[in-house]
């Protein structure tokens, strides 16, 4: 933990008190977005302290020039870039001819933020003491409609409580931004048209060399205690910025606030030669419903989304906050509406890592998406990848593999590879292995084996090739052995045989080989087509299943144990225990060559094969690959704490398992990495849900039946959440000693309760 600031509380995060030294901490905390668009939590007013100004639009990137010291063939050629989008929240304040700057006033007292969860709103308020000596308490309401999701809401309010006073309020938008990791420190946007037409303002640019097209808009209003003011805006027009200036004259104690209704249309939804007609159709409507309608319809929305997303635990305030941020904060990033998007791993709150998706979409957020929406939209996850396959033969054709053979990308916006550190754009292909899980995942969830024959196979067997030849015959071994690779730990690079690379590699041959054999047989027509296009021959097959049965799999015969990779032992083995908390982080304190031949891991690495393959190993040999790796396992990756939270659950060791599941639900809250300002790790959140889902819950589907083993940490009261369970809405409820389940559907549904059947009937609660 690196900070104890945020209040607890059951529905909202608060901090309160002004500390300019955490400013851009809370800019990523409380950010807002609606799956479209989405922001930090940058102050609307000028602020000349450090800040990270920052706003996106999902699916707008920049291939940005790849920085390199070194190139090597097959290296990518750009980096993609989550792009800072021109600024709409803009509005500049001043009283008597002085700007409000909390940075130099004299004294900000009773400084609060809220970022209400339940409701979906982003609020602010304080009062501060200007070097004019004029005294102003200043209340901010901010928030992206989930309802209509180009639009953006302000409500700026302002009173001098000490002085009557001239107010002026200039809301502005500027698209001469630029991005916090610009890797040359140049602008991605060109500026194409600065546009007014009354009291609208217009800016249309460009991002250059992708060409997305976006106009950002805005529209404002001047009220007096809550009454509209006919006041006119004076304007100001430059290159790259358009400002309306309203000036007021305010007695003291008189309330005067600023409605600003702004946000962005881009080309990926309108006609580039209509953006600005879309844009003024979104203000016209906003306008006309008002501040408080369009807020009661946000309340509505994320009512709507909480109906089935939430998880609601009695008796632990802390654990409940954790739970709701980080299922609100997925739900601001992705909602499943566009099969265009994905979930970025920081979603809308920061820059770092780029890229619209990494291999944790498929690890860790189907499952929360499938679960607490539908369906179709895990479907459309799937599709997204399906939509990238030629893209990712392409990414393996230029590292030399042929036939067919794809490697999906680390880090990409459009199916290319767009990572730019080569350990990982080389060596980490064990991402490969997550897109077949996810569509296993998929079909046993939702009991859907359609979606193999229509798409999921050809992924399937693209990515079975890369198996095959990647791996190579060892005459020593007798086996097949992957060399030079990255597992999840990246804490170790090109090493050989990562146990976890090379159980994946085998796992996904021999699945796809059982799915082609079940489509053979019961989807005739499906099959002829992919063999047509696939030219698979029996031939092919048998050297898949070559390479299946003399996969190697490095193993202690001293500690019974599979070895992380060949030379794992060869490190000298120092528990984490053992490391003074001075020098953590170590990937902040250390040199990358002492980390690399450390024996720390940064994640779950051989766990991470438990966790995805549990099924195929024992209880006790998960007992004894967890007690020697987890006490090696630094937890400096926010995807480790809740794979090591659902196993500690599955051996019944709950105050372990507690104690990850905090560490992963307040993960960013508590910075317990110290690096919360750079945004918050949204994909890691879904990690958080299944914590309490699959590891407190004990959900699983065994054999297409949910199956529970539920237990409660010590201390709850109870905790519940709820499934759509093939189209049925399942509540679980556990206490201590008793667990209910009630359904919301037409028809009864049998599940396993600690492996004994129950049959749950529709609207009729049962207890076990």
Known sequence: MNQDYIKPN??????????????????????????????????????????????????????????????????????????????WIGINVFINGEALDLATCKEVKNFRRELNMKEGWYERSFTAVMPNELEVSVKVIRFLSLKRNELGVINYEVEVTNSDATIVFEPYLDSGITNEDANWEEKFWKTLE??????????????????????????????????????????????????FRYTTEAKKGEKIALHKFAGYVTDMNHKRDQLVQAAT????????????????????AWASIWETADIAI?????????????????????????????IGPKGFTGEKYGGSTYWDTEAYCIPFYMATKNQSVARNLLTYRYNHLNKAIENAEKLGFSNGAALYPMVTMNGEESHNEWEITFE??????????????????????????????????????FWQQRANYSTKRDKYVILGVTGPNEYENNVNNNWYTNYLAKWCIDYCMESLEKVKSEYASDYERLMAKTALSAEELAEWKEVSEKMYFPYS?????????????????????????????????????????S???????????????????????????????????????????????IQAAALGRMEQAYEFYLRTSRLDLDDYNNEVKEGCHITSMAGTWMSIVEGFGGMRVLNGTLSFNPQIPEGWESFSFKLNFRNQILKINVAPGKTSFSLEGDKPLEILVKGKPVKVEPSVPVTV
């Open 194 to 243: 600065v546009k007014t037409n009354e009291d609208k303002g217009f800016i249309t640019a460009k991002t250059l060399k992708t060409e997305f097209h976006a106009t950002a808009f805005m529209q404002s209003g001047l009220y007096r205690n809550g009454s509209k003011q006919n006041v006119e805006a004076s304007e100001v027009s430059f290159d790259e910025k358009v400002i």
């Open 10 to 87: 059951n529905w909202s995060i608060l901090e309160e008190g002004f500390d300019a030294e955490r400013v851009e901490s809370s800019e990523s905390l409380f950010s807002i977005g609606n799956g479209a668009m989405g922001q930090r939590a940058n102050f609307e007013e000028y602020y000349s302290g450090s800040t990270f100004q920052g706003s996106y639009i999902a699916g707008v990137y920049y291939p940005d020039k790849t920085k390199v010291g070194w190139w090597k063939n097959g290296y990518p050629e750009y980096f993609a870039k989550v792009l800072n989008a021109p600024n």
């Open 599 to 645: 024996c720390y891991i940064k994640q779950a690495d051989v766990l991470q094969g438990f966790y995805f393959f549990e099924d195929q190993f024992s209880k006790e040999e998960l007992e004894k690959h967890f007690d020697f790796y987890e006490p090696l396992t630094i937890h400096e990756s926010s995807l480790s704490p809740c794979v090591h939270s």
């Open 281 to 300: 159709s979104v203000l016209d409507a906003a306008v006309d419903a008002g501040f408080e309608n369009l807020l009661n319809e946000q309340k509505e």
């Open 428 to 465: 980490e292909i064990h991402r490969n292995g997550a897109m077949v899980v996810a569509i296993k995942r998929y079909v046993d969830y939702t009991g859907d084996f359609s979606y193999i024959p229509e798409k999921g196979l050809e992924v399937m067997i693209a990515i079975a090739r």
């Open 557 to 597: 015969e001293e500690y019974k144990v599979f070895l992380q990779q060949d030379n794992f032992l060869d490190k000298e083995i120092i528990p984490v225990s053992e490391l003074p908390k001075s020098q953590r982080p170590i990937n902040q304190k250390w040199s990358w060559d002492r980390i690399l031949r």
């Open 314 to 342: 009695q008796g632990d305030v802390k654990a409940q906050q954790g739970i709701r941020f980080n299922i609100f904060q997925l739900n601001q990033t992705y909602l499943g509406e566009d099969a265009r998007l994905n």
